[in-house]
């Protein structure tokens, strides 16, 4: 049964709208998306983390690639390497596309999709980076399925990096979270941009908590799970697929 708080949500299609609209926002490599508490941080510790796990990476997979920043960054650590974006939005997409083929002499392989809809096959990538995309997953059943995609997806001894908003579960540590990150936005700009991306995560996102995303990294098989990074409703974390 579809949870109700879900069926008020944005569809993908909304979603992928709002997104056709908003590239220029998620172009810039040096702030990152501003909304985004330590976004240049948790982008300099995702792509670290990635390159000093799998330093022989052949081939990079970036999921909800927006306008390319994590794919880019990592792309200085580990150059020329194959990549593979993944957008809901054309005009995302193209835009990341045109910044990776600035900087790469790998291939590059675009797939305007849903990645739940998407198939990534099996032990086709080293890294897969999702960052700023899973929120809008709903049913924990969708959860898994991705999960279970990604690690499908990733060749024996490679990695998965997450970055995104987190919940908690304990309502107080929720509500402090909460007004942290609302401070933060004011003082990022105003009240106003507050309440306004407050309005757009009640009606698009529904995140998880950072634990829960730990235990189904390990319900489908990731090893060594690693926080790298948690500040208010952001964290910065990933997983490791066995060798055998
Ligand atoms: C907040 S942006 C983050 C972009 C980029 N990862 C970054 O951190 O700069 C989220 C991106 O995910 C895409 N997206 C949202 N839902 C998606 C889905 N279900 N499948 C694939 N992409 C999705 C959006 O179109 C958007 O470009």
New binding site residues.
């Given amino acids: 049964m579809t949870n109700p708080t879900f069926k008020k949500k944005s569809t ?1 299609e909304q ?2 709208r709002r ?1 056709d609209n908003d590239v220029e926002r ?1 172009s810039n490599l040096q702030t ?2 501003s909304s985004t508490v330590d976004a240049p941080l948790a982008l300099e510790l995702m792509t670290s983390a990635a390159s000093v796990t799998n330093p022989e990476a052949s081939h990079l997979l970036d ?5 390319g ?2 794919s880019l960054k990592l792309l200085e650590k580990l150059p020329n390497r194959d990549v593979t974006l ?4 054309r005009p ?1 997409l193209m835009r990341a596309k045109a910044r990776v083929q600035a900087v790469t002499n790998g291939r590059i392989h675009t797939h305007q ?4 809809e998407l198939e990534l096959g099996e032990n086709q990538f080293d890294i897969i980076m999702a ?3 899973l929120h ?1 997953l709903r049913e924990e059943a969708e959860w898994t399925t991705v999960f279970q995609k990604f690690f499908r997806a990733l060749k024996p001894g490679g990695s998965l990096w997450i970055s995104d908003l987190v919940t908690h579960t304990a309502v107080p540590i929720e509500q402090m979270m909460i007004e942290r990150y609302g401070r933060y936005l004011t003082e990022l700009k105003d009240e106003a941009y507050r309440d306004h991306v407050f309005a757009y995560i009640a009606a698009e996102d529904s995140p998880r908590p950072l634990l829960f995303q730990i235990d189904l990294l390990r319900e489908v098989g990731f090893v060594q799970a690693e926080i790298l990074h948690k500040n208010s409703v952001f964290a910065a974390f990933g997983a490791i697929k066995p060798m055998a």
Avoid: P, T
């Fill in positions: 993908v979603i992928r997104f998620f990152g998306q999921v909800g690639c927006g306008a920043n994590y993944i957008d809901l939005s995302m999709s849903d990645i739940r960052a700023a995309v809008h």
